[in-house]
């Protein structure tokens, strides 16, 4: 492999220098770190990372390769999280040219070339994180010598000010069934509405596994005329102010005579937390990381869990008849809600992991048994 200079240039002016082993491609975007170890086919996948250049802390990247990217039964991807990579660019301290994994079929460079994501290696990672730590996330550019911006890729957009979730959602609505072998014994089949603002394909896969049927719905269609049995309100990008439609169709679904259960993740838990009528903020550099620690309000329970997410509610905002169901242990942040006499509860952590602890796939049960399951 031909190794290019390439460099990443953050908004405040600094710059990192490295080599390139992915597409020949000028971008920008807003520059985030996670410090999760493995996981990276996942996180490239994860649509909750458009717009971002991802800078991962773990200092060897691509020595297990990529998995199959192709799909399996309900059309959902086999090993992914969606059916492309979402991320802007990816930067790294040491890429591994080799792999080995018996699960592996090609390079982490070969896959990134062919979706036409640049990659930087030989970054200095570490001080790239502290310093967005110390700052907070900001856009940044990555440059490979040789190749020019174009005015739009010199523009350091405000990633606040894009609807990321209308770039990644799906444009028609999809139905998903459970196999069959799950339903012996069922007496009835559930179905659920999945808002997709970006979902993972993990979340799909522990409800389908569940015996529920998933009908996926764009995130600014009013699925209130539908007859189904649960809300599931999934993750996905950027500011939750964007997705207006979205809070629009939840508040009309929790005002609704005919109550029925909730449950949301991530981003699901930011729009579900405004639909009530409170506020959310943008973190200072997020959470992103296999390893984040979280309180169940009220017990004396700790979870490890699996993160990606900028912005957070606001608790001290909730309406009287909700309160905090998780707590984040290193930062006070909320980590989830719920309705106090009603079936409607979120996190913002992922209890369907992928990559990262199942601690909290359990939630996934709690879900399923407000259904009537």
């Known amino acids: 492999m031909v190794r290019r200079e390439a460099k990443i240039v953050l908004d405040n002016g600094t710059e990192f220098y490295g080599w390139s082993f992915g597409a020949l491609k000028n971008v920008n975007g807003e520059v985030v770190f996670n410090t999760a170890m493995t996981g990276y086919p996942e996180s490239l996948t994860d649509p909750s990372y458009a717009g971002q250049i991802l800078v991962t802390t773990y200092p060897l990247i691509g020595n297990y390769g990529v998995p199959d990217t192709g799909k399996g039964s309900n059309e959902l991807p086999l090993f992914m999280e969606s059916e492309r990579i979402h991320v802007k660019a990816l930067v790294v301290a040491d890429y591994s040219e080799s792999f080995s994994h018996w699960n592996a079929k090609e390079s982490l460079a070969t896959w990134l070339r062919r979706e036409n994501i640049p990659a930087l290696t030989g970054i200095d990672t570490r001080r790239l994180t502290m310093l967005l730590r110390e700052r907070g996330v900001m856009m940044g550019r990555i440059i490979i010598d040789g190749y020019k911006m174009d005015d739009t890729q010199n523009k350091s957009d405000n990633y606040e000010s894009v609807n990321w979730v209308e770039q990644v ?134 979870f490890i869990t699996s993160q990606n997410h900028g912005y957070a509610v606001d608790a001290q905002t909730l309406p009287s008849d909700w309160e905090s169901l998780f707590v984040n242990m290193n930062d006070g942040s909320n980590e989830g809600i719920r309705h106090k006499k009603r079936p409607w509860m979120s996190a913002q952590f992922h209890p369907e992991a992928c990559s990262g602890p199942v601690d909290t796939e359990f939630l996934f049960d709690e879900f399923v048994k407000m259904l009537g399951r």
């Open 169 to 302: 959602s799906c444009k028609e609505v999809i139905s998903y069934k459970p196999d069959r072998s799950i339903l012996n014994n069922q007496q009835s089949i559930k179905k659920v509405v999945l808002v997709d603002c970006g979902v993972k394909a993990n979340i799909i896969r522990c409800l389908i596994r569940r015996g529920i049927e998933v009908v996926r719905v764009p995130w600014d269609y009013d699925f209130n005329n539908l007859e189904f049995d649960g809300l599931f309100l999934a993750n996905g990008p950027g500011n939750p102010e964007q997705c207006v439609k979205t809070v629009e169709h939840i508040r009309t679904f929790l005002n609704s005579e005919n109550v029925r259960p909730c449950m949301g993740i991530c981003l699901g838990n930011q729009l579900l937390a405004k639909a009530a009528g409170a506020k959310t903020y943008k973190l200072k550099y997020g959470h992103r990381s296999h390893n984040q620690p979280v309180q169940r309000v009220g017990t004396t329970q700790c």
